[in-house]
């Protein structure tokens, strides 16, 4: 399963199927503490347009104290859903993260210099999703937009992936960038 995204920004883009079917909507107003809204496609009654109805929300704070909301469940910080991974793991002084799905299985979100990538903890390390950045080809050709790749083993849980997935990426983005700042500074 892939999902194509309309932007670079996964936490502001509508995220369609191959065939143009919108699957979900993402929205991050500018802020200082920005609230990023997931929504998604739900059918509608036969004559109806179809509905989006929020499925998550990420408040955008620091790296472990950020609010996540998943499915009107309660309001959790990041610390309560990720767990830091091994010392001199992940990039830019943020470790790689393990979550427990709402399948009860342990994951683990690769942090890599450009992307994030989430494998199952088993001894294969079965790789769940691949992000694949929006990137320009050659100049006569079009560019490739970024899109979300769902393996066998994540397309239970879905929405979970997009939400934790929109949530890493973006702290990724936001450490990348401290790490560039801190780099000019010297």
């Known amino acids: 399963m892939e999902l194509i995204l309309s932007t670079s920004h996964p936490w502001s883009a509508n995220w369609s199927t191959k065939e143009g079917k919108v699957v979900y909507k993402t929205q991050c107003p500018a802020a ?6 997931i929504e998604k ?3 509608a009654a036969e004559g109806e347009e ?8 990420i408040k955008i ?3 472990y104290d950020s609010e996540v909301t998943i499915k009107g469940s309660p309001r959790r910080i990041t610390a309560e859903i990720l767990r830091k991974g091994e010392r001199n793991s992940g990039k830019y ?4 993260q393990y ?3 709402p399948d009860g299985r342990e994951y683990l979100w690769k942090i890599l210099e450009k992307k994030v990538e989430l494998v199952l903890c088993d001894e294969a390390k079965t790789p769940v999703i691949k992000y694949h950045r929006h990137h320009a080809t ?3 050709q079009d560019p490739k937009p970024a899109r979300l790749e769902i ?3 994540g397309r239970e849980i879905v929405d979970f992936i997009v939400i934790t997935f929109i949530l890493v990426e973006k702290l990724r983005v936001a450490a990348y960038i401290q790490e560039q700042k801190r780099q000019m500074g010297r």
């Open 138 to 140: 050659l100049p006569w």
């Open 50 to 57: 179809e509905t989006f109805k929020a499925v998550g929300k």
């Open 93 to 96: 002084g943020l470790r790689d």
């Open 99 to 101: 979550v427990t799905g």
């Open 41 to 43: 496609a739900f059918p």
């Open 151 to 153: 393996f066998q083993g």
């Open 61 to 63: 704070r620091g790296t």
């Open 32 to 37: 200082a503490e920005p609230t990023i809204t």
